[in-house]
């Protein structure tokens, strides 16, 4: 009978190679601190939900109400991403790419101020379409088609913008 000693370098590698950091969780490609894809998937909803926002919008009744919907889901995501709370809390944002983000977030506050001011001069002029208020549902929807631009370069053109 032949005694085998045991490899030293056999005992040691699958040590090794628990401790090692997977691929997927390894450092961000670009810039070594941040993460090129990240956020991109809440991104491309929040892009969605806006452009769902913006074809809605032109209806009146039902389709105005889920327009709105999606302009308030859409600025919580936004918000999350921003803060880097919940969901966004593990987000290696570059500070370039989270400037899109915020323009959106941005974007989206001052649409929902603008709405809420535009119904409030719709109900108290008698729901009646006065200049005020058509001059408001146009800086609205001029709103919406800046935050869809700002929200799709944040989550399609990071790098076609220079921004990763």
Do not use: H
């Amino acid at each position: 009978m032949t005694e085998t000693k045991p490899d030293v370098e056999a005992q040691t590698a699958p040590a090794a190679a628990a401790s090692a950091p997977s691929p997927s969780a390894a450092a961000p490609v670009s810039s070594g601190e941040y993460d090129e894809d990240a956020g991109k998937g809440l991104g491309i909803a929040n892009f969605v939900l806006l452009l769902v926002a913006f074809i809605l919008g032109w209806f009146v009744g039902v389709g105005g109400l889920i327009a709105f919907a999606c302009e308030i889901a859409a600025i919580i995501i936004t918000s999350t991403i921003s803060c880097g709370c919940c969901c966004a809390s593990n987000l290696k944002l570059n500070p370039k790419v989270k400037r899109w983000n915020d323009a959106v977030l941005v974007t989206i506050c001052i649409m929902i101020v603008i709405s809420i001011i535009a119904i409030i001069i719709f109900y108290s002029a008698g729901q009646v379409m006065t200049t005020g208020y058509v001059a408001l549902y146009w800086i609205n929807r001029i709103l919406v088609i800046l935050s869809i631009v700002f929200a799709g370069i944040f989550a399609f053109g990071r790098k076609s913008c220079g921004n990763a």
